[in-house]
């Protein structure tokens, strides 16, 4: 028998397959990252760790037990995690592809329609009660139909962004270091940006994507144009944004994910134009069960000491 530490509580049901297993499973009866004293310490006594986004499992953790042998990430982005501790360790890494792609895309064009739109602007004049009534210049946004919308990244979420905006008779264009082959790729990252009204973000957070979007890359968006980002925070240099909103030169941005989460930005807190939501993307009840029966998945096939379809392979 093997023993499970879970670092947060999993939605209501999401360690059912966990517990029927017959492994030993403790679970930390908290939201919010496990401390990280309390890891190190818990992850010497255990087999497998299920842990959030928001827990840092860094190299203190990974090598603090000589019986770890898998970690598994309730998420899809692994950029909590080092890997490179992890594979001298000895410890798997597994994650959720697959089960939020859709979720994800959703709160996507969400942002992209309230940003364009200026929803939460709107809402905000309604709820102090500074609306008094319907007038024709009030409230005026861009249209999503017939913009031109460049994705950087072209992985599952993007693929589902895109399929999402054929709906909307709208231009999509993408950048992927590679050639996808596919209809819409740009080589060039300033190329893409200097083409697109609505520039979204499906990287993941690597090294090579800190701060991909840039004040450079900001600066190459037509004027009025609108930024999202549903992928991570590290990736859009949020200065760089809210100097470029405060300048006037875009029309908005949608935020789902954050540098500093669950710091905000105060710029960014600041501008009416910024459409902020607290890292939402996965957030439906079926997705996030899912996410935990995957992430349980992954766990019992490395103690049963089969290779689970969801392990992180070592050069992703
Ligand atoms: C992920 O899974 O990486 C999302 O950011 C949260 O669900």
Redesign the pocket.
């Known amino acids: 028998m093997a023993r499970i530490l879970i670092t947060q509580r999993l939605v209501d049901g999401g360690d059912a397959v966990l517990r029927a297993s017959g492994h030993e499973v403790l679970t930390r009866d908290a939201d919010g990252p496990m401390p990280h004293d309390e890891l190190v310490a818990a992850a010497a006594e255990v087999d497998a760790i299920v842990c959030m986004?928001s827990d840092q499992i860094d190299a203190e953790v990974l090598a603090s037990g000589g019986r770890l042998k898998v970690v598994s990430?309730?998420?899809?982005?692994?950029d909590n995690i080092d890997r490179t501790a992890a594979e001298a360790a000895g410890v798997a890494v597994t994650?959720?592809p697959g089960v939020?792609d859709a979720a994800?895309a959703d709160i996507s064009i969400l942002l992209m329609l309230s940003a364009r739109r200026q929803a939460s602007a709107a809402e905000a004049d309604l709820r102090s009660g500074r609306w008094t009534g319907w007038a024709i210049g009030d409230h005026l946004g861009l249209d999503l139909t017939g913009a031109t919308i460049g994705l950087v990244g072209l992985g599952r979420i993007g693929q589902a962004v895109s399929r999402r905006l054929g709906g909307f008779d709208t231009t999509v264009l993408h950048h992927t270091r590679h050639d996808t082959g596919r209809k819409g790729w740009t080589p060039s990252l300033l190329d893409l940006a200097g083409r697109s009204d609505v520039l979204s973000i499906h990287v993941p957070s690597t090294t090579d994507t800190h701060h991909l979007i840039n004040a450079e890359v900001l600066a190459a968006l037509p004027d009025g144009a609108v930024v999202i980002n549903?992928?991570?925070g590290s990736i859009l240099d949020e200065e760089a944004l809210a100097n470029a909103l405060e300048a006037g030169r875009l029309h908005g941005a949608g935020l789902d994910?954050f540098e500093g989460e669950p710091v905000i930005n105060p710029r960014l807190l600041a501008s009416p134009r910024c459409v902020l939501l607290p890292?939402i993307?996965?957030?439906t009840i079926s997705?996030?069960r899912a996410?935990c029966e995957m992430a349980s998945q992954g766990v019992l096939e490395v103690l049963a000491g089969t290779t689970p379809g969801n392990l992180v392979p070592a050069d992703a």
Request: no cysteine; aromatic share 4%; glycine share 10%.
């Open positions: 986004l990430n309730v998420a899809v982005g692994f994650n959720t939020l994800t549903t992928a991570r994910v890292h993307g996965s957030a997705v996030r996410m």
